[in-house]
T-cell receptor, first 112, second 113 residues
Framework: QKEVEQNSGPLSVPEGAIASLNCTYSDRGSQSFFWYRQYSGKSPELIMSIYSNGDKEDGRFTAQLNKASQYVSLLIRDSQPSDSATYLCAVNPNSGNTPLVFGKGTRLSVIA | DGGITQSPKYLFRKEGQNVTLSCEQNLNHDAMYWYRQDPGQGLRLIYYSQIVNDFQKGDIAEGYSVSREKKESFPLTVTSAQKNPTAFYLC????????????FGPGTRLTVT
């Protein structure tokens, strides 16, 4: 059973701070990693994808991947109250013919 | 304007009735998926389809059925055999197979009483 683990939270950070969200995965051969944001009552929205070790930046978001340690993280700089949501990590299993495996998500609360 | 549509947004049914949830995409994506989400919980995969006329069971397929007669459409039927059907149902699609990022529709909130 391929697993993707996330701390359920809530993770509370003050406005303007850096929010750090972490995700670990069990399948060492995984190649594709995605972060989704889900506001309460809404559907998940893709915000970042990362495929290679290292950092990938997009605006205030940075995804970090470390395949050796089997973790992927999402940093949100200058956090805003509008960033308050649940963040889902998704991983493509190495088998190649199975769908993405989603973590249960981390709830982020940015306090004004 | 490309995207995934799900209808209706809210659906109410009496226990014992089958109900079909619609999912349509005009993104020309090959793969489509159905998930269920319960309050405060993660996504659970019900069924997925990589090509027309083919689909596979996910983790919680019991009590559900699907069809994929057209590339654009992947309807989900919640049957009376599903013991706890009240949930938020999400449809998603991906461009070219299972390893690619998925894009989600707005969801259908089903309430069965």
């Amino acid at each position: 059973q391929k697993e993707v683990e996330q701390n359920s939270g809530p993770l509370s950070v003050p406005e303007g701070a850096i929010a750090s969200l972490n995700c670990t995965y069990s399948d060492r051969g995984s190649q594709s990693f995605f972060w989704y944001r889900q506001y309460s009552g809404k559907s998940p929205e893709l915000i970042m994808s990362i495929y290679s070790n290292g950092d990938k930046e997009d605006g205030r978001f940075t995804a970090q991947l470390n395949k050796a340690s089997q973790y992927v993280s999402l940093l949100i700089r200058d956090s805003q109250p509008s960033d308050s949501a649940t963040y889902l990590c998704a991983v493509n299993p190495n088998s190649g013919n199975t769908p993405l495996v989603f973590g249960k998500g981390t709830r982020l609360s940015v306090i004004a | 304007d490309g995207g995934i549509t799900q209808s209706p947004k809210y659906l109410f049914r009496k226990e014992g009735q089958n109900v079909t949830l619609s999912c349509e995409q005009n993104l020309n994506h090959d793969a489509m998926y159905w998930y269920r989400q319960d309050p405060g919980q993660g996504l659970r995969l019900i069924y997925y389809s990589q090509i027309v006329n083919d689909f596979q069971k996910g983790d919680i397929a019991e009590g559900y059925s699907v069809s994929r007669e057209k590339k654009e459409s992947f309807p989900l039927t919640v049957t009376s055999a599903q013991k706890n059907p009240t949930a938020f149902y999400l449809c998603a699609s991906s461009i070219d197979g299972l390893s690619y990022e998925q894009y989600f529709g707005p969801g259908t909130r089903l309430t069965v009483t």
